[in-house]
């Protein structure tokens, strides 16, 4: 890993308004340049009634009535990783309001992995050609005059990255608020001992950096929340505060994660998120299928 360049843009301040998906307890976000009308969004949500086999884009609609009905301009859609809890709208978004999808450059392990367990054949390309950006670690981009900055984050799963932007840094699933401590690692390509490093990492960053989960469950009946910041990460966080080893985290996350089930959407999700968000295609009388593995996952 090379060494992150903290103090590029930490001055600047983006404006962050999170879209909060109850149905899969998820946290988007569009975050703009305070100087411009340039955003990106962040880790987008496609609805779907699994039981019915139906989509739809309730979710992304008002992020995208959001951007249009305050001008502004779509640069970027960011997956932080390849989720398995909920569906990517960032194909849908983009047809709407333009703007580049990007992902770690690992993405290829996932579809390499993935790939083989729903039978993917030769025809589903291996190469992270799906997205117009795969993101290296320490690898920058703009978002108006912000720069951003992709850090790996591997551990949950092997594509995860945490893009800092500005004050702000975007973690995905690598970590959740203090009282809901860390990301599972137990699925194929996850790895705890990895994890806890990259959460050492991310709280490597200065104290006041603002962090944004991608997840929040409401631990003991609170209120659902999304962000937090360094300092109160490394104070309080459940798993990996400071003055847990390494030896300890690991043990207790391979521990808790024997006896976690699959997410309800596992299944859907990888076969759409490893291909950025897009539906299987139609068959000769256009309809869409979606498989389901036997004792695979």
């Known amino acids: 890993m090379s060494d992150l360049p903290l103090a590029v843009d930490l001055p600047v301040k983006p404006v962050i308004t999170p879209f909060f998906d109850a149905a899969t307890n998820t946290v988007s976000y569009v975050v703009q340049d305070p100087g411009s009308k340039a955003c990106a969004i962040i880790d987008s949500v496609m609805d779907i009634d699994y039981a019915a086999g139906r989509i739809s884009y309730h979710s992304a609609d ?10 502004l301009t779509l640069e970027w859609l960011i997956e932080t990783h390849v989720h398995a809890d909920h569906l990517s709208a960032a194909p849908y978004i983009q047809g709407k309001l333009g703007g580049k999808i ?7 392990v996932v579809q390499e992995t993935f790939g083989k367990v ?3 054949g030769t025809e589903f390309q291996r190469d992270g050609s799906q ?12 978002i108006g005059a912000m720069t951003a900055i992709a850090l790996h984050t591997p551990g949950h ?8 932007i500005g004050d702000a840094a975007f973690v995905g699933d690598t970590l ?34 603002r962090l944004f989960m991608c997840h929040d469950y409401g631990p003991n ?7 937090t910041t360094v300092a109160e990460q490394r104070a309080h966080n459940i ?59």
């Open 102 to 108: 990007g992902i770690g450059e690992n993405i290829t």
């Open 131 to 142: 997205f117009d950006r795969l993101f290296g670690d320490g690898d920058s981009y703009r």
């Open 176 to 209: 959740f608020m203090p009282d809901g401590g860390s990301a599972r690692a137990d699925f194929p390509g996850g790895d705890a001992r990895s994890l806890y490093r990259s959460i050492r990492r991310i709280l490597s960053l200065p104290d006041q950096t």
């Open 118 to 120: 729903f039978n993917e």
């Open 157 to 164: 799963t092997p594509a995860c990255v945490t893009h800092v």
């Open 62 to 71: 008002a992020i995208i009535d959001f951007v249009l009905q305050n001008g």
């Open 221 to 227: 009946g609170r209120d659902i929340r999304w962000e």
């Open 239 to 297: 798993h990996v505060r400071d003055g847990i080893s390494e030896e300890e985290f690991v043990a207790a996350r391979e521990a808790r994660d024997r006896t976690l089930e699959m997410p309800r959407l596992i299944i859907p999700s990888l076969q759409v998120n490893m291909k950025a968000g897009r539906l299987p295609s139609p068959d000769p009388s256009g309809k869409r299928f979606l498989k389901v593995p036997l004792n695979v996952l």
